[in-house]
């Protein structure tokens, strides 16, 4: 006789015994290798690589001789002597002082009356390690200078006022990067790749005079034993820029001698080049100094836009001539995609950009792979299929390159684009 | 709770299981073809070869059987399945956990009619290939991997009602809906990954079909019973989005079966069935399946069949073979209003070029609230 009890250990048994043979065939695996064409779908994804000539179009360089960055805007200071090619020296100026200084805690002030010394601050950011004896020239300049002070004006005080010249070169030589003469000293920063360059010069060559109050300009320029480039850090670089470092006597009042440390960030500070950038043609501009960008639309298939899915495009250009610029240098380029499209004044996408980079003397055509603005306009089909080009970073390095632009049938840019058009979903 | 009142829970059931995509039995020869068709039969019919299928009323392949049903009644089935797929390239172990059938039925008219409803997996569209190959790109060869991977399936929403006329002859009708749906992938990945993106490309496919089967069970003695059964199915459409993609001729069945009970304990039944499934084109073949099985004891009844036949898809000029052994047993329990069962299946197939072995875990249940 089989009991009630009998009866449920035995469902239990059973039940138990699915549920662990279900537990263990509850992961699904059915990726297998695919014995084509007999066992496999009939579809396959196809992928396509063609060469779209005219897919740009409505290309066109801006930026002279206003610049989207120029050199009182950049956060470089370009020093270049490369006689017969470039020439370009940084200058900056500081404001005054206030001629009377607080001598204590209290609301007491007392005049300066005079300087102990001063230090100026350089921070170098960038230089061609292959030039050896490297110096930086100080100068003094008229306190006039400005966003419109050519290098021509300045010639007369770069030819007559030098009143520091210090050999960076020397000075990394010393020990403790410290020149226990001159009191000038250095400090490497090996993990941002940064110099700074600490100059002290003598308060008889930086008088602290009346009328200016202790307001200075000053230009640098660089030398060494092969053209010579540096960038500097400018005021825009912030915490890193021109810095003049003043330590003033007071009038003690009859007691005893007191000192105080100002410091003055630069009012102003650029650099004068020569000779200027030339004037953009009907071809394609990108960097330089003032920077020039250029901008171009692409329009290619429906075919593509509504179903494809890009696999790589590149764009290519055709330079008109090498790059120029510093032998050792090499420069980005960025394609923006843009938010708006207002021309020369398109605002540019931060995130949706794609880079390369040109070397100086170089004539091979460029290509910029432009695969995620490609992805990104199937995406987005109301985004404008514009692209900006443009230096990066701008402004950092005299380096300009030009390209054949689309009314150029033969040599005008490129899109070479790979893509899968669309899986055959649901066909046999 | 009263009979309509069960019936209308029972069926709120069914529909919210059948708004999930269901699937049967996957296989390799499936793929270049329209899906692998699953067996429309329940844990006690299958661990039996399918052989009782005919005459199960829990099992959707006749509605005559209904009349069997007695009062109301609810079934599903579980099936775990350990693949082992050889082919030239390579052997490979696949695994899948499938719901493959769900079922309700009963009786109305003081027992003279009998309806009943449920879903059982029509035909299973789950797999992923894998391929390597190469493509010349800027001059450059790049190698790749394709995947192409399917999941989901189509399912058989049956509707049938069966009436006994007299002690000795059953007629049933039913009508077949057939959705479904893929989510279906394809992509590419270059070993370049840094230069060329992956193509990774999905789709949901949509399947819509229909049709009519009848069946009529003859019971000739109180031991033996004979039924015969057909089935015709209209076009499967296939569907992206609005737009329709293909439409698919589907197969007529017609089949027969018989059942011996010599002994109140000891039951035999054979079954064969013909099915035309070459109307969908090349590379698809008329069917003939079989099977013969066995149920020993009630209280625990010990179940055994064998089945064969061919499969309707496969490359060449003939019908990949399957053939499979099965066991089960199961037991009531709640005073009857329960019944646990499982069992075991090992299924072999063999086409041109592609091996399978499959182990099938079974476990059902039934309900009679």
């Known amino acids: 006789m089989i009991t009630a009890g009998a009866t449920?250990?035995?469902?239990?048994?059973?039940?138990?015994?699915?549920?662990?043979?279900?537990v263990a065939g509850c992961t699904e695996k059915m990726t297998a290798p695919g014995v084509c064409p007999d066992f496999c779908p009939s579809g396959s994804v196809q992928v396509v690589d063609t060469v779209l000539r005219t897919a740009v179009s409505r290309d066109s360089a801006f930026g002279r001789p206003v610049g989207y960055t120029s050199p009182w805007s950049t956060v470089f200071l370009l020093a270049t002597s490369d006689p017969g090619t470039r020439d370009s020296r940084p200058v900056f100026r500081t404001g005054r002082l206030a001629s009377r200084l607080a001598l204590s805690t209290d609301t007491t002030t007392s005049p300066v009356v005079g300087v102990d010394?001063?230090?100026?601050?350089?921070?170098?950011?960038?230089?061609?390690?292959?030039?050896?004896?490297?110096?930086?020239?100080?100068?003094?300049?008229?306190?006039?200078?400005?966003?419109?002070?050519?290098?021509?004006?300045?010639?007369?005080?770069f030819t007559d006022s030098l009143i520091r010249t210090v050999n960076v070169d020397s000075l990394l030589a010393q020990p403790g990067r410290k020149d226990p003469v001159t009191r000038d000293s250095i400090v490497v920063d090996t993990t941002n790749h940064l110099i700074t360059l600490l100059v002290r010069l003598d308060s008889a060559r930086v008088p602290l005079g009346t009328p200016d109050s202790g307001a200075v300009a000053l230009g640098v320029r660089v030398t060494a034993d092969q053209p010579a480039s540096a960038a500097f850090a400018a005021s825009e670089d912030v915490g890193l820029g021109p810095l003049v470092t003043w330590y003033v006597r007071l009038d003690s009042l009859g007691l005893a001698a007191a000192h105080r440390v100002e410091t003055r960030s630069p009012l102003f500070d650029s650099f004068v080049f020569d000779p200027p950038a030339p004037p953009l043609d009907a071809n394609l501009a990108v960097g330089g100094v003032p920077a020039a960008r250029s901008v171009l639309r692409v329009s290619f298939p429906r075919t593509i836009t509504d179903s494809g899915q890009v696999i790589r495009a590149t764009l290519d250009l055709i330079p008109v001539a090498p790059a120029h610029g510093v032998p050792a240098d090499s420069f980005g380029i960025a394609a923006h995609a843009v938010i708006t499209d207002f021309g020369a004044k398109s605002p540019i996408s931060g995130t949706r950009v794609d880079t390369t980079i040109?070397?100086?003397?170089?004539?091979?055509?460029?290509?910029?792979?432009?695969?995620?603005?490609?992805?990104?306009?199937?995406?987005?089909t109301l985004a404008p299929n514009t692209i900006v080009l443009r230096q990066v970073p701008e402004g950092a390095?005299?380096?300009?390159?030009?390209?054949?632009?689309?009314?150029?049938?033969?040599?005008?840019?490129?899109?070479?684009?790979?893509?899968?058009?669309?899986?055959p979903f649901g066909k046999p | 709770m009263s009979t309509p009142r069960r019936f209308t829970a029972c069926a709120a059931l069914l529909l919210a299981a059948i708004a999930r995509p269901v699937s049967g039995q996957d296989s390799q020869f499936g793929i270049a073809g329209l899906g692998t068709p699953g067996h429309p039969e329940s844990v006690r019919s299958r661990s039996a070869g399918g052989a009782f299928a005919p005459f199960d009323p829990t099992s959707p392949l006749t509605e005559a059987s209904l009349t069997d049903i007695g009062s109301l009644t609810a079934s599903t089935a579980a099936s775990a399945s350990f693949r082992d797929v050889e082919s030239p390239a390579a052997s490979t172990w696949l695994r899948a956990t499938r719901?493959?059938?769900?079922?309700?039925?009963?009786?109305?008219?003081?027992?003279?009619?009998?309806?009943g409803g449920g879903f059982s997996s029509y035909l299973d569209r789950s797999y992923a290939v894998v391929t390597r190959g190469s493509m010349t790109l800027r001059g450059v060869s790049q190698a790749y991997t394709d995947q192409i991977g399917s999941e989901g399936g189509v399912g058989d929403v049956r509707v049938g009602a069966a009436v006994r006329l007299g002690a000795h002859?059953?007629?049933?009708?039913?009508?077949?809906?057939?959705?479904?749906?893929?989510?279906?992938?394809?992509?590419?990945?270059?070993?370049?990954?840094?230069?060329?993106?992956?193509?990774?490309?999905?789709?949901l496919v949509r399947y819509e079909g229909l049709g009519v089967s009848g069946s009529a069970l003859f019971t000739l003695t109180p031991a033996l019973a004979v039924t015969a059964f057909g089935r015709s199915?209209?076009?499967?459409?296939?569907?992206?989005?609005?737009?329709?993609?293909?439409?698919?001729?589907?197969?007529?069945?017609?089949?027969?079966?018989?059942?011996?009970s010599p002994l109140a304990n000891l039951r035999f039944a054979g079954m064969a069935m013909w099915r035309s499934w070459s109307r969908l084109g090349a590379n698809a073949f008329n069917t003939i399946s079989w099977s013969v099985g066995g149920e020993f004891g009630v209280t625990a009844p010990l179940r055994f069949g064998v089945r064969g036949?061919?499969?309707?898809?496969?490359?060449?000029?003939?019908?990949?073979r399957e053939w499979g052994v099965s066991a089960g047993t199961g037991r009531g329990f709640a005073k009857g209003r329960g019944f646990l069962d499982v069992g075991l299946e090992r299924l072999a197939r063999d086409g041109d070029g592609l091996h399978e072995r499959v182990w099938t875990a079974l476990v059902g249940m039934t309900v009679r609230p």
Not at chain 1, 124 to 141: C, E, G, P, Q, S
Request: net charge positive; aromatic share 10%; proline share 6%.
């Open chain 2, 233 to 260: 199915d209209a076009h499967l459409n296939r569907y992206v989005g609005d737009t329709l993609t293909a439409e698919s001729e589907l197969p007529r069945m017609v089949g027969g079966a018989v059942r011996w």
């Open chain 2, 309 to 320: 036949g061919r499969m309707p898809f496969g490359p060449g000029t003939t019908a990949p």
């Open chain 1, 117 to 157: 010394s001063v230090i100026v601050r350089l921070t170098i950011v960038r230089r061609d390690t292959a030039t050896h004896n490297l110096a930086v020239h100080f100068y003094k300049l008229p306190l006039a200078i400005d966003s419109t002070t050519t290098f021509a004006a300045l010639l007369p005080p």
């Open chain 1, 358 to 380: 040109v070397h100086i003397g170089v004539t091979d055509t460029v290509r910029i792979d432009v695969t995620n603005l490609l992805r990104f306009w199937i995406g987005d």
């Open chain 2, 99 to 115: 719901f493959p059938l769900f079922s309700l039925g009963g009786s109305l008219a003081h027992r003279r009619l009998f309806v």
């Open chain 1, 397 to 423: 390095n005299f380096a300009e390159i030009r390209f054949y632009p689309s009314s150029d049938l033969v040599r005008g840019p490129i899109l070479h684009l790979t893509y899968a058009p669309r899986f």
């Open chain 2, 169 to 203: 002859v059953a007629l049933g009708l039913g009508l077949h809906l057939l959705p479904g749906s893929t989510r279906e992938t394809a992509t590419r990945r270059f070993d370049d990954s840094t230069t060329y993106a992956a193509v990774e490309q999905s789709a």
């Open chain 1, 8 to 22: 449920r250990r035995a469902v239990v048994r059973l039940a138990r015994a699915g549920w662990l043979l279900l």
